[in-house]
C-alpha cells in the first residue's frame, strides 16, 4: 500500500483560486518568489526540453504594461468593459509571474506537449503559492496571445505566448465555494 500525504490530498482536493482583484500588499519576497518558481520547474517535461519561462512582473511593470493594455486596446473594437478590466489586470496588481511558453524544435516531443507543460507549469506555480499561504490567480485575456502586446510589453519572440499570468499576493477576502463539474458525467471507464 502506498504511503498517502493527507495533508496535501485534503489541499488538492480544497484548493480555491482567489480572485486577483482582491489580492493586495504584500506580496512574496524575491526568495519566496523564487521558491515558487522552483516549485514550478519541477513540473512534468518529457524530454527536459523545458518549453517555458518565467517573467516576474513587479508593480512598475505591471503599470507600464497596463498603460499598453490601453493604447493597444483602443484599436480592438472592445467592448469598453472588457478593455477596463484588461487594464485593471495589470493595474491593480502588486505582482505577477508570466509564465512564457516557448516551445522548441523538437523530432521527439510534440509543440502541443510542450504546451501543456507550460500549462502544468502555471498549476504548479498557483498551486505552491496558495500551499505557501498567499493568494493567487491565473489569469491569461487578449493579451497573452496578443503578438504586439507580447513583443512590446514583454519582449517575447515570435513562436512564444503567455500560457498564464500569475497573479499572487494577500487576500483580503475568502471567494466563496463555486460549483464543481460533476466528476462521473465527465468520466467514462473502459475495462476492455
Known sequence: MPETRPEVLEF???RRSRPAKTLTTPVPARAEVENLLEIAARSPDHGKLEPWR???LEKAALTRLAALVVELGAGKDLPEEKL???RR???D???A???VASPVPSEKVPEVEQIL????????LLNGALASGWGANWLTGWMALDREFLQRGLGLESHEFVAGFIHVGTETIAPPERPRPDVAAKTQ???E
Not at 117 to 124: D, N
Open 12 to 14: 488538492l482536493r480544497t
Open 54 to 56: 518565467f517573467i516576474v
Open 84 to 86: 477596463e478590466k484588461a
Open 89 to 91: 489586470q495589470f493595474s
Open 93 to 95: 496588481a502588486d505582482l
Open 97 to 99: 509571474i508570466a509564465v
Open 117 to 124: 507543460s507550460a500549462g502544468a507549469v502555471c498549476l504548479a
Open 189 to 191: 471507464w473502459v475495462s
